[in-house]
């Protein structure tokens, strides 16, 4: 006859091994669960860095732009306010320009306009007593025959001087019956600015940047 006590035993022994391997098996799954988890943060925490990394390297660049642009504008202002320091030199020196001077560039302006040559030419009132004695031979009368400088234009000009004075600061304006032609020194200066400043530029500085 089996003893109950044995019976008992046996029970025991299985519920404790069965226990273990319950035991087990959740320690296993713990361990999986947990290595998962370790991994799937890894990946996250890499995927985190990466896109800082990424973020902080455009960051970086579009600031690095940004300032590169930004010292390439302020070096453009400064190489501007050179050059227009230095057309105002020049301006300041055409007001101071002599007779022969005068004469010279009022004859190139004009020989390489394409007018009727019936023009008024109008001046400052600073300036009217100089046109006058420079380029009409009558120093009396109106309206004044520049025909000093039309002689030197040669064939086919017939201009005149106006008494109205010209709101410019030094040069002329040549006034026709279509069509006006300024030639103040404040335009000529901004047209030869404007046509050959990179040339300006790479004299002032070694660029024309």
Same mark, same amino acid.
């Given at each position: 006859?089996?003893?109950?006590?044995?019976?008992?035993?046996?029970? $025991?022994?299985?519920?404790?091994?069965?226990?273990?391997?319950?035991?087990?098996?959740?320690?296993?799954?713990? *361990?999986?669960?947990?290595?998962?988890?370790?991994?799937?943060? $890894?990946?996250?925490?890499?995927?985190?860095?990466?896109?800082?990394?990424?973020?902080?390297?455009?960051?970086?660049?579009?600031?690095?732009?940004? &300032?590169?642009?930004?010292?390439?504008?302020?070096?453009?202002? *400064?190489?501007?306010?050179?050059?227009?320091?230095?057309? $105002?030199?020049?301006?300041? %020196?055409?007001?101071?320009?002599?007779?022969?001077?005068?004469?010279?560039?009022?004859?190139?302006?004009?020989? !390489?306009? &394409?007018?009727?040559?019936? $023009?008024?030419?109008?001046? !400052? %009132?600073? @300036?009217? %007593?100089?046109?006058?004695?420079?380029?009409? !031979?009558?120093?009396?009368?109106?309206?004044?025959?520049?025909?000093?400088?039309?002689?030197?234009?040669?064939?086919?000009?017939?201009?005149?001087?106006?008494? #109205?004075?010209?709101?410019? @600061?030094?040069?002329?304006?040549?006034?026709?019956?279509?069509? @006006? &032609?300024?030639?103040?020194? %404040?335009?000529?200066?901004?047209?030869?600015?404007?046509?050959? #400043?990179?040339?300006?530029?790479?004299?002032?500085?070694?660029?024309?940047?």
């Amino acid at each position: 006859m089996i003893k109950l006590a044995n019976i008992y035993d046996k029970i $025991e022994e299985k519920g404790k091994l069965e226990a273990k391997e319950i035991i087990k098996a959740g320690q296993q799954k713990a *361990a999986a669960l947990k290595k998962s988890i370790d991994e799937g943060f $890894e990946k996250e925490y890499k995927r985190i860095i990466d896109d800082a990394t990424r973020s902080n390297a455009d960051y970086l660049k579009t600031r690095l732009t940004q &300032v590169d642009q930004s010292a390439k504008q302020k070096s453009l202002y *400064a190489k501007k306010a050179v050059i227009n320091t230095v057309i $105002e030199r020049v301006h300041a %020196k055409m007001l101071k320009l002599s007779d022969k001077e005068l004469t010279d560039l009022v004859v190139k302006v004009i020989a !390489s306009d &394409v007018i009727q040559g019936d $023009e008024v030419v109008k001046v !400052s %009132k600073e @300036d009217y %007593k100089k046109y006058r004695k420079l380029f009409a !031979s009558k120093q009396e009368g109106e309206p004044v025959e520049l025909d000093l400088l039309n002689k030197k234009l040669g064939k086919g000009y017939k201009l005149t001087l106006s008494k #109205e004075a010209a709101d410019i @600061d030094g040069g002329f304006v040549l006034i026709g019956k279509r069509y @006006d &032609v300024n030639h103040s020194y %404040k335009v000529l200066l901004d047209n030869i600015r404007e046509e050959h #400043e990179s040339e300006v530029a790479k004299l002032l500085f070694g660029d024309g940047e």
